[in-house]
T-cell receptor, first 112, second 112 residues
Framework: KAGVTQTPRYLIKTRGQQVTLSCSPI?????VSWYQQTPGQGLQFLFE???????NKGNFPGRFSGRQFSNSRSEMNVSTLELGDSALYLC???????????FGPGTRLTVT | GQQLNQSPQSMFIQEGEDVSMNCTSS?????WLWYKQDPGEGPVLLIA?????ELTSNGRLTAQFGITRKDSFLNISASIPSDVGIYFC????????????FGQGTRLTINP
């Protein structure tokens, strides 16, 4: 069974631009969560989606948003990019009712 | 917010040595997960713990869910070069929610 896939793997943007990252969960997994990883803050929870609904949200500004499609694929969007948004963005999926999350390889976003 | 204190932050050991790391919190967790992350990749789930006092092994890895539900530890026996990486603990406070709180990681370096 294929793992969690994320596209693109690397991205370079300039301040003020917006970006959309994509995540395809493991087949059969309907829950998708997003995390931001930086050297200073570590892994921080962004939001969780299940059945196209956001179930949980972390402490990030409204510039960070996401959505989930009927096939469980998810996207996250960051608008008006700031230098501090440079990070590894990780997506994780899990089976309904399971507490185990499986991560993708991440998208490395660099904002210049 | 919830905090997980993971220690040590880094370890430098000789191949063949045993390794021990732990996570503590002031909050009660109902799930503990241990992950390993290699450079440029997403975290890989090693062990999941669900009950206070639970002791679970995965090959040379052993993890325990603390009796107070506020801590967990991970042991690696007879370390080998491929054990090099960053180990993260993660906990879930809210039953049924996918939001994970992560420790800051333990960077393991092994001298052959």
């Amino acid at each position: 069974k294929a793992g969690v896939t994320q596209t693109p793997r690397y991205l370079i943007k300039t301040r003020g631009q917006q970006v959309t990252l994509s995540c395809s969960p493991i087949s059969g997994h309907r829950s998708v969560s997003w995390y931001q990883q930086t050297p200073g803050q570590g892994l921080q929870f962004l939001f969780e989606y299940f059945s196209e609904t956001q179930r949980n949200k972390g402490n990030f500004p409204g510039r960070f948003s996401g959505r989930q499609f009927s096939n469980s694929r998810s996207e996250m969007n960051v608008s008006t990019l700031e230098l501090g948004d440079s990070a590894l963005y990780l997506c994780a999926s899990s089976l309904t009712g399971s507490h185990e999350q499986y991560f993708g390889p991440g998208t490395r976003l660099t904002v210049t | 917010g919830q905090q997980l204190n993971q220690s040590p932050q880094s370890m430098f050991i000789q191949e063949g040595e045993d390794v021990s790391m732990n996570c503590t919190s002031s909050s009660i967790f109902n799930t503990w997960l241990w992950y390993k992350q290699d450079p440029g990749e997403g975290p890989v789930l090693l062990i999941a713990l669900y009950k206070a006092g639970e002791l679970t092994s995965n090959g040379r890895l052993t993890a325990q869910f603390g009796i107070t539900r506020k801590d967990s530890f991970l042991n690696i026996s007879a370390s080998i070069p491929s054990d090099v990486g960053i180990y993260f603990c993660a906990g879930r406070i809210i039953q049924g929610a996918q939001k994970l709180v992560f420790g800051q990681g333990t960077r393991l370096t092994i001298n052959p």
